[in-house]
């Protein structure tokens, strides 16, 4: 560990003293110093990720660098109350077993074959990320996943896999799959309905060849998975597994949701109806929504503030995105932006690879949020040299969201699969096992989505 701390210190001060030779004023280069020190910390100890960014934070307010009033307001408190209000009203579906009930109906298909229970199993993971948080749904997939490998008595890990990647590239579809969505539609000035035009549709290709590439990849494995489900198709047991009825509670849930996912998509409209800033409604509606759900359960209120809301995380970002904000307010975000293009040229097509590509590689060994909240500020800063700006923020949210597939620690759905099929079968997958499959599907995502943004940007 010290060792660990010796190198993070070592490298943050290096990157200080090359951003000085590099033309950066001495104040700048100390801000680098110290936001280094929160990502290599973060980087190094994950599980002390909160303490990295509260000792930087505090450096930053010691050394005057930044005042208390404008690191709160470059806190993105809008981002948080976001989150806040999502995993509340996510707190109620899964305790009134909405998930559940809706993987059953899905399941429960004519001559459900291995094929078919394959990909809908991957379909059902990207559809569930889009609607809520990837950790809950990866949360509530593995519970079915493992169910069913176990009743069947087949290896779990290619379906546990599969559906991880799944989960990530779903969770690029929508503002509510991802926190770095809810940041790149907040800094971008991007509404829900920008992302149903674009990311979507993307999202649902990228899927599709994804299914293809796992089936072939697979395929053995696939025909087992029929071979293991013909003798349980008029078994009443296996109906069983899979049956969950919806009872009162749970359709009230459902309205609820589904209320706010519908409210949620016509932000923008609501904004104009009522003469509201500009992606007011997209933040306070989940907070709304929250307020009724802890009025409806108000037995389970207090629950799901303190249980199902991730306090940790949000803290995290919280003080990441405020640190990201002092890169952006200081100017280093200016200085990095002219250096790329100093590098790079003139050519988008070129830049919107350098980012898509670099955010995804990043995104592999680092938390994706990590690596967009330390794109944003650069990235804002090149609106100085572009004026159609937005197939910037699809490579980055793409990149960010694609990327966490090439490794097993790439994304936090990745790391919660991993720890449940660990708990539940006591089974590991290696580096390289997940490796193999997952730097392909990395891969192709990223170079299939940047073919899609330079074809349909205006560049």
């Given at each position: 560990?010290?060792?660990?701390?010796?190198?993070?210190?070592?490298?943050?001060?290096?990157?200080?003293?090359?951003?000085?030779?590099?033309?950066?004023?001495?104040?700048?280069?100390?801000?680098?110093?110290?936001?280094?020190?929160?990502?290599?910390?973060t980087l190094f100890f994950w599980e002390f990720r909160l303490s990295f960014v509260f000792l930087g934070s505090s450096l930053l307010l010691i050394t005057h660098i930044v005042n208390l009033e404008n690191f709160i307001k470059f806190a993105s408190l809008d981002v948080i109350l976001f989150l806040i209000g999502m995993m509340i009203v996510v707190g109620m579906m899964k305790e009134a077993g909405f998930f559940n009930w809706l993987m059953t109906k899905l399941l429960r298909v004519r001559n459900l074959s291995g094929r078919k229970l394959f990909v809908l199993l991957m379909a059902i993971s990207a559809l569930l990320s889009g609607l809520m948080d990837e950790v809950s749904s990866m949360i509530i997939m593995m519970a079915v996943i493992l169910e069913i490998c176990s009743f069947l008595e087949i290896n779990p890990v290619p379906m546990v896999i599969s559906s991880v990647l799944a989960t990530n590239i779903g969770s690029a579809s929508t503002v509510l799959g991802n926190p770095i969505g809810v940041l790149i539609a907040a800094r971008g000035k991007l509404s829900f309905e920008d992302f149903l035009t674009f990311p979507l549709?993307?999202?649902?290709?990228?899927?599709?060849?994804?299914?293809?590439?796992?089936?072939?990849?697979?395929?053995?494995?696939?025909?087992?998975?029929?071979?293991?489900?013909?003798?349980?198709?008029?078994?009443?047991?296996?109906?069983?597994?899979?049956?969950?009825?919806?009872?009162?509670r749970t359709r009230i849930s459902i309205l609820i949701f589904a209320l706010t996912v519908l409210s949620i998509a016509l932000h923008k409209r609501l904004e104009t109806l009522f003469d509201l800033e500009?992606?007011?409604?997209?933040?306070?509606?989940?907070?709304?929504?929250?307020?009724?759900?802890?009025?409806?359960?108000?037995?389970?209120?207090?629950?799901?503030?303190?249980?199902e809301v991730e306090w940790n995380s949000l803290l995290f970002?919280?003080?990441?995105?405020?640190?990201?904000?002092?890169?952006?307010?200081?100017?280093v975000a200016n200085q990095v932006a002219g250096k790329i293009m100093g590098a790079i040229g003139d050519n988008p097509k070129i830049l919107l690879g350098a980012i898509l590509f670099s955010s995804g590689l990043l995104s592999s060994v680092l938390d994706n949020v990590v690596v967009v909240a330390s794109y944003v500020p650069i990235v804002k800063s090149l609106h100085l040299f572009?004026?159609?700006?937005?197939?910037?923020?699809?490579?980055?949210?793409?990149?960010g969201c694609f990327g966490g597939n090439i490794t097993m620690i790439g994304s936090t759905a990745n790391i919660v699969a991993l720890g449940l099929l660990e708990k539940k079968y006591n089974m590991?997958?290696?580096?390289?096992?997940?490796?193999?499959?997952?730097?392909?599907i990395g891969l192709l995502s990223m170079g299939v989505s940047y073919i899609i943004v330079i074809f349909f940007s205006q560049i």
């Open positions: 560990m010290t060792k660990k701390i010796l190198l993070m210190l070592l490298l943050s001060v290096t990157l200080g003293i090359f951003s000085l030779f590099g033309g950066f004023p001495p104040k700048q280069a100390i801000i680098i110093s110290i936001f280094s020190v929160s990502i290599l910390g549709p993307v999202s649902i290709f990228v899927l599709g060849i994804t299914i293809i590439v796992l089936g072939f990849i697979y395929r053995n494995y696939i025909k087992e998975l029929s071979l293991k489900l013909k003798p349980h198709q008029e078994n009443k047991a296996f109906l069983y597994l899979i049956s969950t009825p919806a009872d009162l500009e992606n007011s409604m997209l933040i306070m509606l989940p907070v709304i929504s929250a307020g009724i759900v802890m009025i409806y359960r108000r037995d389970k209120a207090r629950y799901y503030v303190e249980h970002f919280m003080f990441l995105f405020a640190q990201a904000g002092v890169i952006q307010a200081s100017g572009w004026s159609d700006f937005n197939p910037i923020w699809w490579s980055i949210l793409f990149g590991k997958i290696s580096f390289i096992q997940w490796l193999k499959v997952g730097l392909i």
